[in-house]
């Protein structure tokens, strides 16, 4: 009889997991998505939103690409009121500042649109999820355990930004100043924090001047594909090659002709692609009921498999890759 009790419930609990399973809904066809970058020349965004589109054609939506030749704080407004105008079902982008989209963000939630970041936040206020590439914590400290290493944990180092505003570059610069308040790296000191504006020549000079300001430099972390590639550019034809390390956030195909031929050791990413695609299919799954983005939820992003909805409705890719000469040719993006 006890037997028979026990088979009874293995068998219920399978039916509620059945039905359970049965009555989440399928992804919406033909959803309206806006995809908006932090400005569309940079090349880490364009990978990103190609992730993106690729998810909408596995998912039946319509995707768009839209945003700023810029990356200033205001520039993306445009393309928010457009969303509501054209009233699509969902919005993600990856936000240039954390406060100043937020009225705009209101309106587009009150009209009913999803709104999803990537990459760079908002205040939780603006949204209801936010794909991260990486913990922050893990980014940040990671970029100085990588630079401690190139330069023997000893010397003055900077840090090559991309805005003042950045949100994502600004969490991950907190948690470099807090991995560097460790006991082993008492003889390595940040002279400098510069802003190229994730801009290509803005960073160039950048870099050009924190090596002429600073002779005792040994090391620089650009966390930002547009920095990184920019600064060594410089460092190439620089007399300070090989000299002053670089390191930060790039891709291998932006980076590859620097790594092998010796102006950069080693760097780090994840790829830019699956932030894109995981948020598609996150944006996907809210407007068809699969999620509230509440913690603790979870759904399917496709060929990434599942995933959970963390605190704050943050969900977390992976952890970041370190590229060098021995595994650089490995990777196309």
Known sequence: MKKRSLLLSALALGSLATLAYAQTPALKKGLKITLLPKNINNPYNVIQTGGGAAAGKETGAV????????????????YIN????QRQDAL???????????????????????????DSDTAVSGRTLF???????????????????LIG???????????????????????????????KY?????????????DDQKSFTEMQGLIQAYPNLK????????????????????????????????TPNQMRAFVKDGTVTAFQLWNPADVGYLATYAAAALVSGQISGKQGEKFKAGKLGEYTIGKNGEIIVGPPYTFDKANIDKFDF
């Open 63 to 78: 995707v768009k690409v839209v945003g700023p030749s810029d990356a200033g704080a205001s520039s993306q407004v445009s």
């Open 82 to 85: 457009t969303a509501i105008a």
């Open 92 to 118: 993600i982008l990856a936000a240039n500042d954390a406060n100043a989209l937020l009225p705009y963000l209101a309106r587009a939630k009150a009209s009913g649109m999803k709104i999803v970041t990537m």
């Open 131 to 149: 794909i991260n590439q990486a913990n922050s914590e893990g980014i940040g400290r990671a970029q100085v355990q990588l630079l401690g290493k």
């Open 153 to 183: 944990y000893k010397g003055d180092i900077a840090v090559l930004s991309a805005t003042p505003n950045a949100t994502n570059q600004n969490t991950w610069i907190k948690w470099m100043q807090e991995e560097l308040k460790l006991p």
């Open 186 to 198: 008492k003889d390595m000191k940040l002279v400098k924090i510069a802003y190229g504006n994730d």
């Open 219 to 250: 090391g620089v972390i650009s966390p930002t594909t547009v920095g990184i590639s920019a600064g060594a550019r410089y460092l190439s034809t620089s007399p300070s090659k090989g000299k002053v390390m670089l390191t930060g956030l790039g």
